[in-house]
């Protein structure tokens, strides 16, 4: 099993990397080509737009990697996800991709492409406290589709976004179908304020209003709202689901930590 | 002229109200009812969503008011706008209607349902270094037609929103038609990544891509981006503007300080 590394959004730090590969090494079933891409370092990005579309076009049109690990989150997928897709070419298809946050606009453009991907745990989250067991919980799913790596009470097909993510990928080229969905969100670094108000967006869409029902994961590092607002995070989200008829389905195990489960997009659960 | 001010959003401070009605005393050619909902606090709100939806009703059934003047913006007007409309009474289209930042939900969905909304100051605006000279603004344009009120290079039907605002309204029920329309957006207090992501949403939009033009207030109190952004917001706008065949107007005289213009929607510059 083969696979490839590049930053479509932010830059992998070098200790990151070389602790990957240390957990690579021991594992001893895969091979990890971390692309050179993933650590430039241009402002906010991990280089230019031209640089990073230019690594995953390459890797994607590789057939020798059996899968695309994005690197790290942040910001910036959605800058190059629509160029990124134009003209797939037949090796892309035939991969598994997997990241998550700011991914999530490469995961959905991909999805509706008909490719295979997964809401997963990035290379990056190494670094994180208890971040080995991420990585190897992505590549348990990537390497051998353990069914352990998966979030447990997954309802196929399913779906996983940061919610602010999927917001902001309504009405683009990128939004997937979701219809019938078990659709699972999570949040990171907002007021509570912002959340409601992304919730009335999210839930204002017909295409969001036909999910299965919408799961709410961890919503970390919340900040402080002035003055503070009246509910918590899952009062917003069952309140917005029971405004637009939406069923509520409860918690769900991702979020922005090591404990992030893997979510493979529709009915791929293989 | 008799102006009805209500706070859908967030409360309007009594300094402010007291500040207000003195200048409206002064000027002699208007009376201002400030509802008591006004200065309703619950947590982040002017009052619970039900308080605020029934002054906003109240003012806008009552026919002895030719004006409903928002009192501030924050956050929560979109979590009433629907309601608010339903079975719009007869009485409630005779006035005009305005504010900005937050109550951008309500003016959109006023316009849409064929009411006559501008994009201008609010009485809380009164507490701003320079805040009288907006008030009196507004009140100019809202009692007697000012043209020195007006954003100086209008080329009507014009419209203008927060970014945030417009991003967060788009898909839902409360989205006008842009076509053809002088489109001026205005941020504050974000992070250049984010405005650059919101630009992205924005600008995919096939409603946003038939305005006219899509001319960039001012972007004030934009908070550290951590790295810093290569670019500034109006090379982002531009930027987006390129990708998406948006004819860019340049800058435009509206943001959230006390220079603020007013922009009547739609064609309704009398």
Known sequence: M???VVAPSCPLKAK???RVQAIVAARGDCELFIHPQSFLVEGHFAGPDSARLDALREVMADPSFDAVWFARGGYGSNRIAEAAL???????RGKTYMGYSDAGFLLAGLY???VDVAWGPMAQDVMRSGGEAAVARALDWLVRRDPAALEPELDPP???FNLTVLSNLLGTPLEPDLAGVDLLIEEVSEQLYRIDRTMFHL???ANVRGVARLRLGRVSDILANDPEFAVDEAAIVEDWCARSGIPYGGRADIGHDAQNRVVPFGSRSH
């Open 2 to 4: 083969r696979i490839a």
């Open 203 to 205: 839930t204002a869409s």
């Open 158 to 160: 399913a779906m996983a």
């Open 86 to 92: 134009e003209g797939l070419p037949e090796a892309a």
């Open 112 to 114: 509706k492409a008909g």
């Open 16 to 18: 990151a990397a070389e």
